[in-house]
């Protein structure tokens, strides 16, 4: 019997993607969570509390199901989904909202989907992977935008007005980048919006439930008007899981008849959705978790600026290293002394700009904050 032929190994090229990672000390791997959380974003420190797990519990008790069991479109759209839809829109003051089941497939639904062909979208070039991934498919055109640049943005919108361009120009930003911590100049950039018929698409995600009136957000100016939509993530300061597109009711309605990841994708868990309910009713029961997370990053600020780590006015602080091996040397050595802060690197920050990214939630005390000055002292002096 004649030997079988050797089959050619049809992952062999990713083996070798995944050796030039390893070599250049970029392969990524999975961990448990362990020390110090300086790295998340459960802002509030609402993800473990025992007001979400109790809704959690409520919710089950009253025969609210683990899982969707279909699009939303079939059977999987539950009276959870349309009552936390309903509550947010009335919370953040907009038309309406819809519920998906993650920022990333929010921000990828509304920019592929909602700008057509004959408009522009203008975005800031420091914008979320999952807004890139939107534009990918987008219709319309795409163009980057200096970060937070106001007069780069109106010379851009000039420009295009001027070809006698007749479709809609779209401005998209973060209010609260993820990596710098800085904000957008919002009333700059409505303002913009305003004179050149452009829609402002403010992704919030960092900021909902922290900033704002009521914790409502940077982006809490733009709701109820026709030329705004704003992204607000649950998994963030809210603890939960998914993310709320607030708009004009239009926005909704074409969203949910033509975005392809809303209508083929499984509806979010209703428990999630009931969930979510809780944490927004907490925001709003009271500023009290908001004013704490301030006074911890006040004192953070003073305590850890003389490190070189940036007073950016939130609760993300990136302490910018510069080399690549060097900072993951430092997260490193950090994280072995109980400190879970990570290093980031390109491409998800600009080349030369490695950092690490210190979050503040109400995880953890001052005294912790205090150990992590001590460390820094001894580790970047």
Known sequence: MEKAETLRDPFAHLAGDLDGLRENSRLRSLAPQTGIDFSSNDYLGLADSARLKA????????????????????????????????????????????????????????????????????FDELIHASAHEGMRFARAETRAIAHNDVDAFADALAGWRGDHAQGTPWIAVETLYSMDGDRAPL??????????????????????????????????????????????????????????????????????????????????????????????????????????????????????????????????????????ARTMTVAKTLQARGFDIRGIRPPTVPHGSSRLRISLTLNVEREEVDALAGALEEIIS
Not at 242 to 255: E, F, N, Q, T, V
């Open 187 to 324: 009333e700059h950039l409505l303002a913009l919006a305003d004179r050149y018929d452009a829609v402002l698409y403010a992704d919030d995600a960092h900021a909902t439930g922290v900033w704002g009136d009521g914790g409502r957000g940077l982006a809490s100016i733009l709701d109820g008007r026709e030329n705004t939509i704003v992204l607000r993530t649950c998994g963030k300061a809210l603890g939960c899981e998914g993310a709320l597109l607030s708009g004009p009711r239009i926005m909704r309605d074409h969203l949910v008849n033509r975005a392809r990841n809303f209508i083929f994708s499984t509806a979010p868990s209703p428990l999630m959705a009931a969930c979510v309910r809780e944490a927004l009713s907490s925001v709003a029961d009271g500023p009290h978790r908001r004013e704490e997370l301030a006074r911890l990053v006040d004192y953070a600020g003073k305590r850890l600026a003389p490190f070189g780590v940036a007073l950016t006015g939130s609760q993300i602080m990136p302490l910018v290293l510069g080399g690549e």
């Open 55 to 122: 809704a959690a519990e409520s919710a089950i008790a009253r025969g609210v199901p683990v899982g969707s069991g279909g699009s939303r479109l079939l059977r999987g759209n539950h009276l959870e989904h349309e009552k936390l839809e309903a509550e947010a829109a009335a919370f953040f003051g907009c038309e309406s909202t819809l519920f998906m089941a993650s920022g990333y497939a929010a921000n990828s639904a509304l920019l592929s989907t909602l700008p057509q062909r004959g408009d522009i979208i203008f």
